[in-house]
């Protein structure tokens, strides 16, 4: 049985797009893009070396599960969470909820999820979905990447809630525990404002922020030392344009979609201002997109010598130039 | 709308430097990726076609879902240009 009344609806970003799902559900009437807003969505950055990751990466979010505690904090909201070390615990809980009517967020690895094609499926341990509905040993899931609800055996969820490895689900699950009566969305959006604006200006960290976006630039050149050989190297490349746009960004690595935040906040909060801002950060996501492409272009033509590295890296300084600049005038358009 | 099919081919042909087909050969409906079209293309041609359309038409494809869908075929990309110029006049 289907839960009553649940609408899916697409979105860009799995974690932002379930909340908005669940909110939506529960009657707040909030957008995607105003959710990752005040989640302080937007970041960006860079691992050179990190124990958990074979090769240099990037990142231009927060961190998987930080926008459900955002949004919690700074609009009232209170979601249920839930983990399991016991898959049967998992699952049983899990269908009292769906019992009680109530549409339920999962974490899972995205590879067990075998409504997508086989070749488009890849072990992401932090993916999130809607499960709506169960029937027989089949969950209704809306998956905020598919244009329609689909099924899942049971089986494969327990695959994709129990997988291990890095960031490991462990089953854990959320819902929409209360709405408050009230939302003070001013205040909500000017604090998600102002922490996107420390975080990627003022941050102390040195691969974070705006320094993590320029050691990026100047690292990018040394990314041949770690490659097994030209094949590796040029899918490390190649992979540049998918982390920026083809894993539910919005495109160009999330700009675009922060900019669809500042438009819709300029008239909420009555800030013309954001307005400018969102423009400017739409052509910002340009830039991105402009190196999305290079490193496609780079990556599937095998043209990766060090002048075209060279070229990539200062592509990269000048969105971090521009970023700069950008949340600078952010920060003051907020104070 | 045929001029703009047209238009469209001929810009994904000289974007991605392709001189052995004839803009005709092209199919309007069939599948620019993976299938049986005169032009098959990968999705590294995608993110050069939808940066062409921008530039072109100025008309922004943002979120990749809605790219997928819009660069499907020539048809495809043809509604999606046709409706923005509308929606961007009214």
Not at chain 1, 198 to 219: C, D, E, N, V, W
Not at chain 2, 48 to 68: K, L
């Amino acid at each position: 049985m289907i839960i009553q009344n649940f609408n899916h609806k697409m979105a860009a970003h799995c974690e932002s797009g379930t909340i908005t799902s669940l909110l939506n559900h529960g009657g707040l009437s909030i957008t995607e893009p105003l959710v990752f807003g005040i989640a302080s969505g937007i970041f960006f950055g860079y691992f050179h070396k990190m124990k958990s990751f074979t090769f240099p990466t990037f990142i231009v979010r927060n961190k998987p599960g930080q926008m459900r505690r955002n949004i919690e904090k700074r609009t009232g909201v209170r979601f249920k969470t839930y983990d399991f070390k016991d898959p049967v615990k998992g699952q049983q809980t899990l269908d009292q909820l769906l019992l009680q009517n109530i549409p339920t967020a999962a974490q899972v690895d995205f590879f067990y999820m075998d409504y997508v094609p086989s070749w488009e499926r890849v072990h992401i341990n932090v993916h999130f979905l809607v499960v709506a509905g169960k029937e027989d040993s089949k969950y209704n899931i809306s998956d905020a990447y598919f244009p329609r609800m689909v099924e899942l055996d049971a089986s494969s969820l327990e695959k994709g809630r129990f997988a291990g490895g890095n960031m490991s689900p462990k089953g854990f699950i959320f819902h929409l525990d209360k709405l408050p009566a009230d939302i003070d969305y001013k205040k909500a959006i000017t604090k998600g404002i102002s922490k996107a604006c420390f975080y990627m200006l003022k941050i102390p960290i040195p691969f974070l922020g705006i320094t993590g976006m320029r050691m990026f630039a100047r690292k990018v050149v040394e990314w041949p030392k770690f490659a097994r050989d030209t094949e590796h190297l040029s899918h490390e490349i190649m992979k540049i344009n998918i982390l920026l746009e083809d894993q539910g960004t919005g495109g160009a690595g999330f700009r675009f979609m922060y900019a669809t935040f500042l438009q819709q906040a300029a008239s909420i909060i009555d800030k013309p201002e954001l307005k400018d801002l969102s423009d400017e950060l739409m052509k910002i996501g340009d830039g991105w997109r402009e190196i999305s492409l290079f490193s496609a272009r780079i990556g599937k033509n095998r043209d990766l010598g060090p002048d075209k590295l060279k070229m990539l890296s200062e592509m990269i300084y000048d969105r971090a130039d521009v970023e700069e600049k950008f949340f600078k005038s952010l920060s003051k358009a907020v104070k | 709308m045929d001029d703009l099919k047209l238009e469209i081919k001929k810009l994904i042909m000289s974007t991605l430097a392709i001189n052995d087909i004839d803009p005709g050969e092209v199919d309007d409906e069939k599948p620019l990726f993976g299938g049986d079209n005169a032009l098959t293309l990968d999705s590294v041609d995608a993110i050069e076609i939808i940066m062409a359309i921008q530039r072109t038409y100025n008309v922004r494809i943002a979120d990749q879902h809605i790219a997928r869908e819009v660069v499907r075929s020539i048809d495809s990309i043809a509604r999606f240009i046709a409706e923005q110029k509308t929606n961007t006049v009214s």
